[in-house]
């Protein structure tokens, strides 16, 4: 396998992992949710998607290369790779610090362990890189799906992806299943574009 398939392979691996973070992700109620068995290994695998979200793209540019579509596919790789880098440290303090907090020994009540998690989520560093972040990946969607549109197969996946990775920031506000959901259609686009996007086998002779 080349790089560009195991770019292409990094990308379905982070619709798997998209998906995987919000079903596993436990929802009780309370500070007592971060203390859960997978409130860690669920947000480490939404750090996995978004870490393996940037090779993916950067084969779909690679694709992409020789065509009308190849400045758009290298905006979306920026735009992916930034961020990238501004959203995982949130998910960090998401994961580590606020399992720390809810841990029974931590000696935190639950009052105050909601001021500290409120304080670690909507600190002004925290949020706005964190917005910034979802914002770049919103603009990763489009790019994509317009490179795509402009110069190669897998239309109908990247078109998935953009719904998804524009609806990322707004899902956060949604109940359980709807995160579920989205999660869903996030995999979707992913798996549907790396497939649309394999180079044709060699030997093949193109009829179209």
């Given amino acids: ?13 982070a619709g798997v992992a ?25 947000h480490l695998l939404g750090v996995v998607g978004f870490a393996l979200l940037v090779p993916g793209l950067a084969a779909v540019w ?5 065509t009308p579509g190849e400045r758009a596919g290298w905006v979306a ?19 580590y610090a606020l399992e720390r907090i809810g841990l029974p020994g931590s000696g935190v009540g639950e009052a105050q362990a909601a001021a500290l998690a409120e304080g670690i989520r909507l600190g002004p560093y925290a949020a706005a890189t964190f917005l910034a972040g ?18 190669g197969p897998g239309g109908p996946g990247a078109v998935l992806l953009a719904v998804a ?14 995160r579920i959901a989205h999660g869903v259609l996030l995999a979707a686009g992913c798996l549907l574009l790396a497939v649309a ?12």
């Fill in 62 to 66: 690679a694709r992409l290369r020789g």
């Fill in 77 to 95: 790789l920026l735009a992916a790779g930034a961020g990238a880098a501004l959203v995982l440290p949130y998910y960090g303090a998401e994961a």
């Fill in 18 to 42: 998209f998906a995987a973070y919000p079903a596993l992700r436990p929802w009780t109620d309370g500070p007592q949710v971060w203390a859960q068995p997978l409130w860690v290994p669920s």
């Fill in 134 to 151: 979802l914002l770049a990946v919103a603009a990763a969607g489009i790019a994509v799906a317009v490179a795509v549109r402009r110069g």
């Fill in 165 to 178: 990775l524009v609806g990322y920031l707004p899902q956060f506000f949604g109940p359980p299943a709807l």
């Fill in 1 to 13: 396998m080349d790089r560009t398939g195991w770019g292409l392979a990094a990308l379905g691996g």
């Fill in 197 to 208: 996007m394999r180079p044709a086998p060699r030997g093949a002779v193109s009829t179209g």
